[in-house]
C-alpha cells in the first residue's frame, strides 16, 4: 500500500510562486506514475500535471502550461509541483495521486490513479 502526502500549499500574492511536494510512504513509487489534480470549491477535480516513472514524460492542462512545472526524485520517493505566476483562479485544494504504469506512460483521468493524497490547500490572493 502506498501513502502520500502532499505539503508545500499556502497563502501567496498573485503572481507569486509556491512549491508542492509529495512524499510516498509504504513502498517505492519509481514506477508509478504520478499526477497532481486540483479542486477548487464548487467545482470537480480538475487534473493539473502528470509525470511518467521514469520522469521523462511529463503532461500539463492548458491552464498551468508554461507556468507549472512538475518533477520527481525517485531516489527521495518524492515528487514536486513547482508553480510560478500563480493567478486567483489556480486557488484550489492540490491532489498527489499515483498510478501503476509502464515506463512512458502518464495518465490525465482520475480514475487510472489508484492511490491519493489527502491534499494540500494553495490560495491565491489578488
Known amino acids: 500500500q502506498v501513502q502520500l502526502v502532499e505539503s508545500g500549499g499556502g497563502l501567496v500574492q498573485a503572481g507569486g510562486s509556491l512549491r508542492l511536494s509529495c512524499a510516498a510512504s509504504?513502498?517505492?513509487?519509481?514506477?508509478?506514475?504520478m499526477g497532481w489534480f486540483r479542486q477548487a470549491p464548487g467545482k470537480e477535480r480538475e487534473f493539473v500535471a502528470a509525470i511518467s516513472w521514469s520522469g521523462g514524460s511529463t503532461y500539463y492542462a492548458d491552464s498551468v502550461k508554461g507556468r507549472f512545472t512538475i518533477s520527481r526524485d525517485n531516489a527521495k520517493n518524492t515528487v514536486y509541483l513547482q508553480m510560478n505566476s500563480l493567478k486567483p483562479e489556480d486557488t484550489a485544494v492540490y491532489y498527489c495521486a499515483g498510478a501503476h504504469a509502464s515506463s512512458s506512460v502518464y495518465y490525465t483521468q482520475s480514475r487510472f490513479y489508484a492511490y491519493w493524497g489527502q491534499g494540500t490547500q494553495v490560495t491565491v490572493s489578488s
Open positions: 509504504g513502498r517505492s513509487v519509481s514506477t508509478y506514475a
